[in-house]
Structure formats: structure tokens, C-alpha cells
């Protein structure tokens, strides 16, 4: 294994630091060391990596996840070394990673729910690759942990190879980067939890990079009505540019606003935001026979309460998306030929371009509600 030598990278050491984040630099970039790649292994240049909630729940503490850590999921880069036994891959190849390793040999991925493989979620706990091993090093010899087997605010990283999968070179990696995580999220949880149907009404609370990416999906889907709610007016406008039928001002009228819009309440409802409040408002938004999904993560003591005869006597349907129930190896090249005909213009939800150095600052502007998706440009 030859690895890179020293790299710089944005390691969380402590979580729960108080904001602003510029002031109390959660996030620390430091020089590391980088082992080269294992067994089943690729070697990355890190090229843009996507400023994810997921990646804020870990920094103020609703996501625990073990520390010292790299932190960043969402990623598009370049191949340097392939390790031993890996096959399919070439330095060189562009590729975009996933965040969940999946294996391909678990039940769930045998089932075809790789979003769900077990030993890919051992891992991901426990802040390792797939294979169990740790490929950091600081300078006083402890091995950092990875961030779902990605750690991608880092000029270089260490993945399996089940984490990635190769694109087209002609696409900017600033927009390569977001299908690996907004956009099998958001337009995921469209396309596939939510199976949206033509002509159907929708909803979608939260207009974040993933919310924004479910408004795309539901528009390749068919929707016949689209009703994006947020607190934020650039959001709202935002959607609506990009094909929403009617907004709403999040907060608590817009379960009225929306069932009101869409004559009793939506088809289809998803809910982005991580906001137990907000998910069940968007299950009050959902209309009888409906489906209500959601794809946000909340603080696991957080409870959810439900009218329980509802699920009955209406025939509701709430449902979880993890990674919007996609298969990496075949939704992205099916979500970058979208995007390559002009039916998903992901493009558009880039709000932002950062330097590694700038990352804490950013994650400032995500926090206030500031940001869609903003890219760390390497």
C-alpha cells in the first residue's frame, strides 16, 4: 500500500460545539496521514464534496458518531490507486461515491435494498471501511475514524470500491458530487419510496439540496402538482423556477395552505427537513389513501405521535427512505442522463463554492438556512 503521504484534511475531534461555527472551528484542518488502498480499495483525489445536514448532525450532535472523525459523504473525485483484488476500476476513472459501502452479499443487498446492507451499516457506525480497517493517521500515531466510508473534506481518501461509482468525465465534479448524495436522496425518495405517479398531487417540506433534488424527482415523475413549502423565500422561489406548481410559507399554517392547494390534502407528501414537528405536519398534509415519506434524520430520542386509527380507517402509508431507496451502481448513471437530456438540471441547486478552509463558515450558512448546496471545491 503506498498511499499519499501527508494530506489536509477536516477532522472533527469534539461534537457538540456551539455556534457560530467560524468562531469555535468545530472542524479543524490539519495534515494527516493517508494509508494506500487495501483489498477492494481505491485511492481518491477528492476533486468537490458536498455540505450535507447529514454532516451538520454529526458537528452539533443529533448524528453521534465516533471522534476524532473526517468528516464528508457526499463526494466526486478522481481514482489515483487501485488496490489489490479490486476490479472494474483504473486510475483515472471519475467516479462518485456513495455513502453507504454496500457489499453485495447481505440479504438486503441480495433483496436489492443496498440502502440497508448490514455489514455496510456495521461499518458506517463504527467510523471504519467495509473491510474494517481505519486508512488515517495523525501525527501522534491514532488513526482517525471515516464518515459512512467516504471522509470526503479531504484533498485525498480511501474508499472501498463498493463505494463508488464511475461517471461520465465530461461532468464537473461540482455537480458529479451532489448525485451522490442529494440527489439519490431527494429525487430517490420521488422515483422510488414515494413512487410518484402521473398527475398525482405533491408536497415537499424543506427546500434544502435534497428537498430541491425531490422536486426535480417528482417532476421526472409525472406530478401533476407540486407544492414546495419552506421558511425560506429564496427556497421557495428557487422551486418554483425549477417547475413547483404553488409554495408555501412553512410554519404552522401550511398543513391548512397545502390541503387547501390540493383539495384535501396531497397524494404524495415528503418531508426533508430531520424535524419530527415538521413530519408530522407533512403526514397531516397527506390525504386519505395517501403516502407520506420521509428522509430527514432526527435525534434519535426524538419521538413521533400519530392519530394510530388514521393508518387504518384511511388507508395511510408513512414510510422511511434511506438514500430515497436507490441502488447507487444503476440510479446515478440513470440520474446523470437525466440531468445530460435536461430533465434533472441538478446544476441549479448549487448555491455555494468553498475552499477546505472555509468549510466551518459554511456550515454556519447551512445551519441559518442560508445555503442549498454548497461544494468544497479541491
Known amino acids: 500500500m503506498s498511499g499519499v503521504g501527508r494530506v489536509r484534511a477536516a477532522v472533527l475531534r469534539e461534537i457538540g460545539a456551539a455556534g457560530p461555527?467560524?468562531?469555535?472551528?468545530?472542524?479543524?484542518?490539519?495534515?494527516?496521514?493517508?494509508?494506500?488502498?487495501?483489498?477492494?480499495?481505491?485511492?481518491?483525489?477528492?476533486?468537490?464534496?458536498?455540505?450535507c445536514h447529514s454532516?451538520?448532525?454529526?458537528?452539533?450532535?443529533?448524528?453521534?458518531?465516533?471522534?476524532?472523525?473526517?468528516?464528508?459523504?457526499?463526494?466526486?473525485?478522481?481514482?489515483?490507486?487501485?488496490?489489490?483484488?479490486?476490479?472494474?476500476?483504473?486510475?483515472?476513472d471519475?467516479?462518485?461515491?456513495?455513502?453507504?459501502?454496500?457489499?453485495?452479499?447481505c440479504p438486503r443487498c441480495l433483496g436489492g435494498r443496498p440502502a440497508l446492507c448490514e455489514p455496510g451499516a456495521v461499518a458506517n457506525r463504527g467510523g471504519h471501511l467495509l473491510s474494517g480497517a481505519r486508512r488515517w493517521r495523525d501525527a501522534g500515531g491514532e488513526q482517525p475514524f471515516h464518515h459512512l466510508g467516504v471522509s470526503a473534506f479531504a484533498e485525498y481518501t480511501v474508499v472501498s470500491a463498493r463505494s463508488a461509482?464511475?461517471?461520465?468525465?465530461?461532468?464537473?465534479f461540482e455537480t458529479a458530487a451532489l448525485?451522490?448524495?442529494a440527489v439519490l436522496t431527494g429525487a430517490g425518495a420521488a422515483i422510488h419510496s414515494a413512487r410518484i405517479e402521473p398527475g398525482e398531487r405533491v408536497a415537499v417540506f424543506g427546500l434544502g439540496g435534497v428537498g430541491l433534488a425531490a422536486v426535480l424527482g417528482a417532476l421526472v415523475a409525472g406530478a401533476g402538482q407540486l407544492v414546495a413549502v419552506d421558511l425560506v423565500e429564496g427556497k421557495r422561489s428557487l422551486a418554483?423556477?425549477?417547475?413547483?406548481?404553488?409554495?408555501?410559507?412553512?410554519?404552522?399554517?401550511?398543513?391548512?395552505?397545502?390541503?387547501?392547494?390540493?383539495?384535501?390534502?396531497?397524494?404524495?407528501?415528503?418531508?426533508?427537513?430531520?424535524?419530527?414537528?415538521?413530519?408530522?405536519?407533512?403526514?397531516?398534509?397527506?390525504?386519505?389513501?395517501g403516502t407520506t415519506v420521509t428522509v430527514g434524520l432526527p435525534h434519535p430520542d426524538h419521538q413521533l405521535t400519530l392519530p394510530a386509527l388514521s393508518l387504518v380507517a384511511e388507508e395511510r402509508t408513512l414510510r422511511g427512505s434511506y438514500l430515497g431507496s436507490s441502488v447507487p451502481g444503476r440510479d446515478i448513471p440513470r440520474f446523470i442522463a437525466l440531468h445530460a437530456a435536461?430533465?434533472?438540471?441538478?446544476?441549479?441547486?448549487?448555491?455555494?463554492?468553498?475552499?477546505?478552509?472555509?468549510?466551518n463558515t459554511g456550515f454556519?450558512?447551512?445551519?441559518?438556512?442560508?445555503?442549498?448546496?454548497?461544494?468544497?471545491?479541491l
Open 240 to 289: 418554483a423556477e425549477l417547475g413547483a406548481s404553488d409554495t408555501v410559507v412553512g410554519g404552522p399554517d401550511a398543513v391548512a395552505a397545502v390541503r387547501e392547494l390540493t383539495g384535501g390534502g396531497a397524494d404524495k407528501v415528503i418531508d426533508t427537513t430531520g424535524s419530527v414537528r415538521v413530519l408530522e405536519q407533512a403526514y397531516a398534509a397527506t390525504r386519505a389513501g
Open 21 to 51: 461555527y467560524a468562531e469555535s472551528q468545530p472542524l479543524q484542518v490539519v495534515e494527516l496521514g493517508l494509508d494506500g488502498p487495501g483489498p477492494g480499495e481505491l485511492l481518491v483525489r477528492v476533486r468537490a464534496a458536498g455540505l
Open 364 to 377: 454556519d450558512r447551512l445551519a441559518c438556512g442560508e445555503a442549498v448546496r454548497q461544494v468544497v471545491t
Open 94 to 105: 471519475h467516479i462518485v461515491l456513495s455513502f453507504v459501502p454496500a457489499c453485495g452479499y
Open 165 to 172: 461509482v464511475l461517471v461520465p468525465k465530461e461532468l464537473p
Open 179 to 181: 448525485f451522490g448524495c
Open 55 to 92: 454532516d451538520l448532525s454529526v458537528i452539533n450532535g443529533s448524528r453521534p458518531r465516533p471522534v476524532p472523525m473526517v468528516l464528508g459523504h457526499e463526494a466526486a473525485g478522481e481514482i489515483v490507486e487501485v488496490g489489490p483484488e479490486t476490479s472494474g476500476f483504473a486510475p483515472g
Open 342 to 359: 435536461g430533465r434533472l438540471p441538478v446544476h441549479r441547486l448549487l448555491s455555494h463554492r468553498l475552499t477546505l478552509d472555509e468549510i
